[in-house]
């Protein structure tokens, strides 16, 4: 099926190094949405993003919806152990009431202590 | 306010059956979306419902069916199972239908047999 395309697959990184995604598309889309998902459970949502260039912040994380529409970045400050996971980005593509929600391949974080 | 839960956890059934899988919308959503998520992979979108219609589809055969109830809860039913249904089903719900963010329950882990 059609998906997101999510760098970096995934990463090591130490804590309280500071931490880059991204996720591309060649389609345009009106809402990008970035999830972090644990083993075995449902996807959390983190933050939401409906216009382009919007930047927005949830605690250490901020998100930005890219100006072409056609990519999104999440970045996370100061990272500790528990922002181990895989993160997604998703959107919804469609309208007038009808949608598919296509989600990115997903990028594996994970923090040394 | 409760979130979105979905039944059972888990479910092992052997292949050619069928199955049927439950989720509760979290109060106040009227939209509910149902995914499959293999292992390693994202999440890939199956349906969507709003008011107990069908208001969008992914690339899944019409052995995968829905139901949406008037209290918005949903079914997700699976006819004729192959070994490569096995996944985890996710279920998600929205407060609109229109292409925003999507709030997910912690899923059921199916095994096809």
């Known amino acids: 099926g059609q998906q997101l395309n999510q760098s970096p697959q995934s990463m090591f990184i130490q804590e309280g190094e500071d931490v880059s995604m991204n996720c591309t598309s060649s389609?345009?889309?009106?809402?990008w949405l970035w999830y972090k998902q644990d083993p075995g459970e449902g996807p959390v949502l983190l933050i939401a993003l409906y216009k382009a260039g919007e930047l927005t912040s949830n605690g250490r994380l901020t998100a930005q919806f890219g100006i072409t529409r056609k990519d999104s970045f999440l970045n996370i400050s100061a990272s500790i152990p528990s922002d181990v996971g895989i993160y997604f980005c998703?959107?919804?593509?469609?309208?007038?009431?009808?949608?598919?929600?296509?989600f990115g391949t997903g990028t594996r974080l994970k923090v040394l202590a | 306010e409760t979130g979105v839960t979905q039944s059972p956890t888990h479910l092992i059934k052997t292949r050619g059956q069928q199955v049927t899988l439950r989720c509760s919308s979290q109060?106040?959503?009227?939209?509910v979306s149902w995914y499959q998520q293999a292992l390693g992979q994202g999440p890939q979108f199956i349906f969507q419902?709003?008011?107990?219609?069908?208001?969008g589809r992914g690339n899944f055969p019409p052995r995968f069916s829905g139901l949406q109830f008037p209290n918005y809860s949903s079914e997700l039913n699976v006819n004729a199972l192959e070994l490569d249904d096995s996944a985890l089903y996710l279920c998600?719900?929205?407060?609109?239908?229109?292409?925003?963010?999507?709030?997910f329950g912690p899923g059921t882990r199916l095994t096809v047999l």
């Open positions: 389609s345009i889309f009106n809402t």
């Open positions: 109060s106040g959503h009227n939209t």
């Open positions: 998600a719900s929205s407060p609109w239908t229109e292409g925003g963010e999507q709030f």
């Open positions: 998703a959107g919804p593509l469609g309208g007038s009431g009808t949608y598919k929600y296509i």
């Open positions: 419902y709003y008011r107990e219609e069908e208001n």
